[in-house]
């Protein structure tokens, strides 16, 4: 990608500006701005953001699309029918699948690994109309209360005022079952955790992701052991050990 040395483009220019550019950049050096601004960005990071992370994805993915165009001037025109596209849900990608995709006339049943990320392409053995291998783009979409970016899953989970405030264990439902996670007291709201492994799984190069939890305040619940003992009280009343 050539050098930004100027951007009349208002969107470009906040675009270079959302990734810390203000003067001419090769591709190497939009790179590394890149990887610091979405690193400082992270929302499982201390001063991380999730709207601003995305801002920034979103406007590496800008300047990328302008730089393509830039040199895709002096190239010939080649047109070619877009690659169909593969929905998945978060859990679909975390655990691989079997799905009926309907291609034109035709429905194939096609075997879906675990780990697959958005913008990836997996690849249909013959399955074009004229016998050659079709690339599907995936794209995985929220659902069930969790949603991807990039490694990371996302959701929200319930928590006390009680441990917002005070700290202390929590147990959170997760995709994988029942997980335990410690709140440090005094958290700026939101309060975020982090959950190592339990997102989307290593694949390739890709690493395993994390499982990204935004505590929503509830009315305090009694913990499990307060629970045990409402419940022996309730049975264990004076009325009953006097008969």
Request: aromatic residues 4%; hydrophobic residues 45%.
């Amino acid at each position: 990608m050539s050098a930004f040395k100027s951007a009349s483009d208002p969107a470009l220019r906040d675009a270079l500006a959302t990734l810390g550019v203000d003067g001419p950049v090769d591709d190497a050096a939009l790179k590394a701005a890149f990887r610091a601004a979405v690193k400082a960005a992270r929302p499982d990071q201390d001063g991380g953001d999730p709207d601003r992370f995305r801002r920034v994805i979103a406007a590496y993915r800008l300047v990328q699309a302008q730089g393509a165009s830039r040199l895709a001037l002096a190239a010939p025109v080649v047109r070619s029918a877009p690659a169909p596209v593969m929905a998945l849900t978060p859990l679909q990608a975390v655990r691989g699948a079997r799905i009926e995709l309907r291609l034109g006339a035709r429905t194939v049943r096609v075997a879906v690994p675990a780990g697959l990320r958005t913008g990836e392409h997996l690849r249909l053995k013959r399955g074009a109309s004229d016998g050659a291998d079709l690339y599907l783009r995936i794209l995985i979409r929220p659902a069930d209360g969790l949603s991807v970016m990039g490694d990371d899953l996302f959701m929200t989970a319930p928590a006390g005022l009680r441990v917002l405030a005070d700290g202390g264990r929590l147990e959170i439902q997760t995709h994988a079952g029942l997980r335990s996670a410690w709140v440090t007291p005094g958290l700026q709201a939101p309060v975020r955790l982090s959950l190592r492994g339990l997102g989307l799984p290593a694949r390739g190069p890709r690493p395993a992701g994390r499982l990204i939890v935004t505590l929503n305040p509830c009315q305090d619940t009694p913990s499990a052991a307060e629970d045990l003992l409402v419940r022996f009280n309730r049975v264990w009343t004076p009325e009953r050990l006097a008969a």
